[in-house]
Nanobody
Framework: QVQLVESGGGLVQAGGSLRLSCTASGSIFRINIMGWYRQAPGKQRELVTV???????TYADSVKGRFTISRDGAVNTVYLQMNSLKPEDTAVYYCNLNSLGRNFWGQGTQVTVSS
């Protein structure tokens, strides 16, 4: 089994920055994809960004140029640096790990951006 623990959410004013972290533990195959999804009230969960174990990343158009994903394979941790935050970025952010076709999720961390 795999456990994901997130941290770093909070309240920030528009234009500000936050950094999220997610550490995975348990039975983790070395080839995997880690990333972040978010869910705003009344909306479906959506992809924010993912990064492969090889370092290739993908971003949603809405966050390109503002968010940066990175990972430290030695400690199975993925980071999300969020800059120039907007009120529409307000959501619960979930860490995800996909490995061998299985998806694992963190408990979610709230990000609130005030205008």
């Amino acid at each position: 089994q795999v456990q994901l623990v997130e941290s770093g959410g909070g309240l920030v004013q528009a234009g500000g920055s936050l950094r999220l972290s997610c550490t995975a533990s348990g039975s983790i195959f070395r080839i995997n994809i880690m990333g972040w999804y978010r869910q705003a009230p009344g909306k479906q969960r959506e992809l924010v960004t993912v990064i492969t174990s090889g370092g290739t990343s993908t971003y949603a158009d809405s966050v390109k140029g503002r968010f940066t994903i990175s990972r430290d394979g030695a400690v199975n941790t993925v980071y999300l640096q969020m800059n120039s935050l907007k009120p529409e970025d307000t959501a619960v952010y979930y860490c995800n790990l996909n490995s061998l076709g299985r998806n694992f999720w963190g408990q979610g961390t709230q990000v609130t951006v005030s205008s």
